[in-house]
């Protein structure tokens, strides 16, 4: 009978709070059309002057994102001047699994892309070919030419 009561009261619970469910939380929120615009730089970009940084310990403010942009594009062997340290991050680039595995991925991908090009753009191939050929004096071919009495050497081509 317990049971029977609080199986009631569940189903009457959710018979009064299930509308109230499908109420959107927001009203009068509209959607509105997506802003598809470019911005003209990024904070931090190359040349990007607006990239400002406030230092949290003295206040001041300083200009971030340049230096950070030129070491992000050294080379990383002309970054780090240390042999030993070169020799172990190439070691490190060379036995990267993941690196060489994705690596793989990007030329599979480009052949595939080249080939899916080769499917639509047209080619053209042309080729040129010579050849010549000298037989032996005692082979049937050869004994054949010298009963027609044709010469054994080539021609000067």
């Known amino acids: 009978m317990v049971r ?18 499908c109420i ?12 598809r ?3 003209g730089s990024y904070a931090g970009a190359v040349g990007d ?16 994102g340049t230096q950070a942009t030129k ?7 002309t970054f780090f001047a240390g042999p030993e340290l070169r020799s172990l991050i190439d070691a490190a680039l060379k036995n990267n699994q993941d690196l060489n595995i994705a690596l793989q991925e990007i030329i599979i991908a480009e052949n595939e892309l080249s080939a899916k090009r080769g499917e639509i753009l047209p080619r053209v191939d042309a080729g040129v070919g010579a050849g010549a050929e000298r037989t032996g004096r005692f082979t049937s071919q050869g004994a054949s030419d010298d009963a027609r009495g044709l010469s054994p050497t080539l021609g000067n081509f």
């Open 24 to 35: 959107p939380a927001l009203r009068g929120n509209l959607p509105r059309e997506p802003n």
């Open 4 to 21: 029977r009561r609080l199986h009631a009261h569940a189903l009457w619970a959710c018979a009064f709070l299930a509308p109230f469910g």
């Open 49 to 64: 002057a607006s990239a400002l940084a406030t230092d949290p310990n003295t206040g001041a403010v300083a200009q971030v």
């Open 37 to 39: 615009q470019m911005p």
């Open 71 to 77: 070491a992000a594009q050294k080379v990383w062997s």
